[in-house]
């Protein structure tokens, strides 16, 4: 006998496999049957509770690694505190370190000074005597009164500065103080210039200065 093929083509189908379906069919129904009037019953589902074999898969675990080692903390040890009782200090006399005396250090012996060289004693400078302008035998002219001042009433006293030289003559006349009237005043200069003087005398000898020479412009003189 030749094998068959389905309708699909894929899978062969033998002739006397279909004669046997109902049979095996049967069978297993009549097992189901069995089983299930075993399990309703209970002293047998006990039985085959006992009796099924128990499934055990064994894992292995996988190696765990080492724990690493702490290190071990060192122990304490207590140890038992020692009273220290204070020991008296030494007695110390502190002595002053001897200094030696510093020797008397003497000066030595002044050098001899030179006997002092003799001053010759100077004369004190004579005193100066002024020049003169009053001396009778000088024959000085009074001054002029203007006849203008006299109209208009001009009066003042006039102070001139000379400068005598040494042969008596007036080499220079100022105005010291006016009259207030320039009139009067260059009166008295013109006069003045005209004059002869006694010179200034130092000890013996004729030297110039300078002289005030008053004059007085008065109206009821």
Sequence with gaps: ?????????????????????????????????????????APARQTLAELAPIMVSLVQP????P??????????????????????????TATAPEVPAPAAIQPPPPAPQPPPEPVAAEAAPAPVIPPQFNAGYLNNPAPVYPAVSRRLGEEGRVVLRVFVDERGLPARVELRTSSGHERLDGIAMQTVRQWKFVPARRGDQAVSAWVLVPISFSLRS
């Design 1 to 41: 006998m030749f094998p068959q093929r389905n309708i699909a083509g894929s899978v062969p189908v033998y002739g006397g496999m279909k004669s046997r379906l109902p049979g095996i069919a049967v069978t297993i129904g009549l097992h189901a049957a069995v089983v299930l009037a075993l399990l309703s019953y």
């Design 62 to 65: 996988k190696p765990a690694e």
């Design 67 to 92: 724990p690493k080692e702490l290190p071990k903390p060192r122990p304490v040890v207590k140890q038992p505190v020692k009273r220290i009782e204070p020991k008296p200090l030494p007695l110390l």
